[in-house]
């Protein structure tokens, strides 16, 4: 079957001849133009004299007299015009530089399709005026008489943005097509005795529709859709497909277009040619394309081309992963070739996080101070690696441990040049000089960091650096982006802090990529699904053909709402859901295989289904399905099947458990087992230990150990007598100064002043204060004796045939009012009363072996122990106080009926278990343990 730009090729050249000097040819990529190009040359052994090519938008701005103007340019304008209708309201660039792109992406939809913006505003600002009325009469508040204001404004914007662009001879891109709408006959006469070809349009705007519709009656013109029965709506199924065929349908009736040239009726008749694949995971999709490759190639038929072959990602971000996985030979040791059609993006290249890392290092720098987190994510970059040079790599290392080692969330410059070995400091600190230049001035950053592009580069250079084959393309792109950014700055002097300019250089970054090398003629092609348009291939592998991603599915950005923009028929999510429809199916009906491939695992958003338009073909046209009845799954990635990790226990780990034995069992690291033995078999018979870090933070460990400081300082003034409530309300009023002392002595140099941490430090201070009232308020507290607070007991104990030490921190031990023992866990979290309970279905020791009821298990092992330790026959009773649940709960005790004898016997078997040579350490099955286990990067590899 010939292919749609073959086609294409085979009409010009029977039209027009060798001569197509005045001939233009509109096509909707420059993709399509290269491969038209090539099919011409390709059928033409004489001088051949190409048409005029352009895209649809080159077309449009060189025939518009507009030039079309930088987006962040536009934002500046924008914000000239705020300033001037705000007045004292202003609000600062870097906020307004979070709306205006918003801003502009609606005044771009109200133009490309020919909206009424006055109509529209005026219809949005009364919606706005709606939602905050209010039946009472009341008059509104100043937040939201400026929320109107700003609705009412933005016709104004509009209006404004349009007279100050105009006079530049500039606009934004719906701008520019209207504007060529609205003059269209005066804008086309230097086309007079041109013909000309649309090839495979689809989806036009509706000021597309105006242009091209205008050009179609006014010059001898002719149109090459790329249409299949199936969803142009007459095919034999009958089958009206209002979304892949939506728009060539609405540009047929809207040009009134008879006998459409080329109608296939390719997807209806094949059989036997479209495969589904489920994969697990992103890297399994990019194993088994790189396998299925293989297969391909092994079997190409002689004289076949291995560029008929594409593999399109729906995801965009597997572009990476894939560049690892393609083989890299064929049959005979031959090389094989590929043209990547997208570029690498330079916010995920090396230099890219280091600009991120070192901007966010900036802009939290305050008062001599910075985060020695931010400092070390920095350090630990590999930019900063090649600046520091492999002479300097160990005194980074020693650098980042003493960094850790002090312990300080926030350091100064002096401390930190002291961490400097005295060798090292002429060669470094020049460097972090740069780096810890306090926060400077947007030129001063931009001087800064051309000084260390230069230095980067001369440093590959003269060592022919290997560890970063895009370095070289990285630099070149950023030094373009300092250019740029300083020509977009020079008349913003003063008014940009670093903050607005992180903004506008982090939307440069997300336009800017990596060209890599390629012949986008030779070799398999890999691209995204907006490259394929107009081209065909034989063979295809789609990644990613997962719902939410193929069509991609979210949230529109817009401050027009779902309503209003329907009634103005203004673009909404279906006409992108329609538009990737279309492209899905065009790019299957010339194939001769396909490969549809999606991901199988599901994240805590669900997912893990395929798309919809796998379901659609399935059902519609089963026949195109290699296997009709099963569709084929992989459940591993291919050739790294990923069993459950299991660790035997030989010689040399029976030496680590009796050394854990004689060390001491704690009930943490019993639970531990309890929950994932594997992690057992890292954190306490390897003793692997949590990477250390320092927090910006209070993380939940700091957050309840200062709230168990707070309170043994308060209670151990009873300890060996009952409670006094009247004293203990006395300290109500110091919590908060107990809580200082606290957090200085184990979070050192955490502010808990501002941000996160200050919130974090009132919830800690009211869950203090809230115990002490519920304590001193409760009734018969008055007879409860402290006899322990924080008590460290470690014992020995002969269960089975193992000798084993068992330790424990219990918080609190108390004599109640009817002389019992009772011991007390405290808890920030969540508890329930259900969580000490045992059901009577099964029995305690089944219920405890699930691996479950970690609180209980906790509390019968501090039981057990206690009576180990004092000696007494009698179990203790046992409670929480869970200070988040505390005025639902209260004190929450066990519900035990048949007592807690049993326990002996299951701690007894579960010890055993530990040391049993037939029971291996093996991997959990629970995914909620492994997304918060520190081992998990181990289990992974």
Not at 181 to 206: D, M, P, Q, R, Y
Not at 332 to 338: A, L
Not at 740 to 746: F, Y
């Amino acid at each position: 079957m010939k292919k749609f730009l073959e086609k294409v090729a085979d009409e010009i050249l029977k039209n027009y001849g060798a001569d197509n000097s005045r001939h233009v040819v509109i096509v909707p990529n420059k993709r399509s133009e290269i491969f038209l190009k090539n099919h011409l040359k390709e059928k033409t052994a004489t001088t051949l004299w190409l048409p005029e090519f352009f895209t649809i938008d080159e077309f449009i701005t060189a025939s518009s007299g507009l030039v079309s103007l930088d987006p962040i340019l536009i934002y500046f304008e924008l914000y000239e015009i705020h300033k001037t209708i705000q007045e004292k309201e202003t609000m600062p660039l870097e906020d307004f530089l979070s709306w205006a792109p918003i801003m502009l992406s609606d005044f771009n939809d109200i133009d490309l399709h020919l909206g009424d913006a006055e109509y529209i505003f005026k219809h949005l600002t009364e919606a706005k005026a709606i939602e905050q009325w209010n039946l009472e009469g009341k008059p509104l508040t100043a937040l939201q008489k400026n929320y109107l204001f700003f609705y009412r404004s933005l016709y104004s914007y509009y209006t404004e943005l349009k007279k100050r662009l105009a006079i530049k001879r500039a606009g934004y891109k719906g701008m520019i097509y209207r504007h060529l709408c609205e003059n269209i006959s005066s804008h086309t006469g230097k086309w007079e005795g041109f013909t000309f070809s649309f090839v495979g349009f689809n989806a036009l705007t509706n000021s597309e529709l105006t242009i091209f519709g205008y050009l179609k009656n006014n010059f001898a013109t002719t149109i090459y859709l790329d249409t299949d029965l199936y969803y142009l709506g007459t095919a034999s199924t009958n089958a009206q497909q209002s979304g892949a065929g939506r728009f060539i349908n609405e540009m047929i009736t809207d040009w009134g277009l008879k006998n459409i040239t080329w109608i296939d009726d390719a997807l209806t008749s094949a059989k036997n040619k479209v495969s589904v694949y489920g994969v697990a995971k992103q890297v399994g999709q990019v194993k088994f394309a790189g396998k299925k490759l293989e297969k391909w190639l092994d079997n190409l038929d002689p004289g076949a081309d291995s560029k008929d072959i594409a593999v399109v990602l729906a995801d965009e971000n597997l572009l990476v992963p894939l560049l690892h996985s393609l083989p890299k030979e064929g049959k005979g040791n031959k090389m094989i070739t590929y043209n990547v059609t997208m570029g690498y993006p330079l916010m995920q290249s090396a230099m890219g996080r280091f600009i991120q890392q070192w901007l966010n290092f900036l802009i939290r720098f305050s008062g001599n101070k910075f985060g020695t987190t931010d400092l070390i994510q920095l350090i630990n970059n590999p930019i900063t690696a090649l600046l520091l040079d492999d002479a300097n790599a160990k005194m980074r290392t020693t650098l980042i441990h003493d960094l850790l080692e002090t312990g300080k969330v926030y350091l100064n410059t002096e401390e930190f040049f002291s961490l400097l070995p005295e060798n090292k400091k002429d060669s470094v600190t020049l460097l972090f000089s740069n780096l810890l230049s306090g926060t400077p001035d947007v030129i001063r950053f931009l001087d800064s960091l051309t000084d260390l592009l230069g230095l980067s580069k001369e440093l590959i250079e003269r060592k022919g650096h290997t560890a970063f084959p895009l370095l070289k393309e990285q630099l070149s792109k950023t030094h373009s982006l300092v250019a740029k950014s300083r020509l977009m700055l020079e008349n913003q002097k003063g008014a940009i802090n670093l903050k607005a300019f992180q903004k506008i250089l982090l939307q440069l970054m997300r336009r800017s990529e990596i060209n890599l090398k390629g012949e986008p003629l030779e070799g398999i092609q890999i691209m995204g699904m907006l490259e394929t348009r107009n081209l065909d291939f034989k063979k295809i592998i789609v990644l990613s053909a997962n719902e939410g991603i193929l069509p991609k599915t979210g949230t529109m950005e817009s401050f027009i709402p779902f309503d209003i923009r329907h009634d103005n028929k203004l673009p909404l999510p279906k006409e992108q859901n329609d538009i990737y429809a279309y492209y899905f199916l065009r790019l299957l009906q010339r194939a001769e295989q396909v490969a549809l491939v999606y991901n199988t695992d599901s994240d805590k958003f669900g997912g893990g289904e395929k798309s919809r338009f796998i379901l659609q073909l399935e059902h519609e046209l089963p026949q195109i399905f290699t296997d009709k009845e099963k569709l084929i799954h992989l459940s591993t990635p291919v050739s790294e099947t990923q069993n459950t990790i299991s660790i035997a226990k030989n010689d040399t780990v029976l030496k680590g458990l009796k050394n854990k034995a004689r060390s001491g069992f704690s009930a943490s690291s019993l639970n531990v087992y309890r929950n994932c033995p594997l992690k057992f078999y890292f954190s306490e018979v390897l003793q692997l230990k949590e990477k250390q870090k320092i927090e910006p933070e209070i993380e939940f460990n700091v957050f309840g150990n200062a709230i168990h400081g707070v309170l043994e300082n308060i209670y151990r003034n009873f300890l060996g007598k009952n409670i006094d409530p009247a004293e203990l309300k006395k300290f109500i009023p110091k919590a908060g100064m107990l809580l200082d002392k606290e957090l200085a002595e184990i979070y050192k140099g955490g502010n808990t002043k501002t941000g996160k941490n200050h919130l974090i430090y009132e919830v800690a201070k009211k869950y203090i204060v809230q115990f002490l009232k519920y304590e001193a308020g409760k009734s018969g507290m008055s007879g409860i004796q402290i006899v322990g607070l924080e008590e460290r007991i470690k014992e020995t104990a002969r269960l089975g045939d193992y000798e084993v030490t068992l330790k424990g921190f219990l918080d609190r031990v108390e004599r109640t009012e009817t002389g019992d023992l009772r011991i007390i866990d405290y808890k920030t979290g969540k508890v329930e009363p259900n969580d000490l309970k045992l059901n009577t279905k099964t029995t305690e020791t089944e219920q405890l072996a699930e691996g479950k009821k970690e609180k209980l298990f906790q509390l019968l092992f501090y039981a057990y122990l206690y009576r180990l330790h004092s000696g007494d026959s009698a179990y203790p009773r046992l409670g929480i106080y869970s200070l988040r649940m505390l005025s639902s709960y209260g004190l929450i005790e066990t519900d035990l009926p048949g007592g807690i004898d049993f326990f002996e016997d299951y701690l007894t078997g579960l010890i055993a278990e530990i040391f049993d040579p037939s029971v291996s350490f093996s991997q959990t099955e629970d995914d909620r343990i492994c997304d918060y286990c520190d081992f998990k990067d181990i289990c992974n590899r």
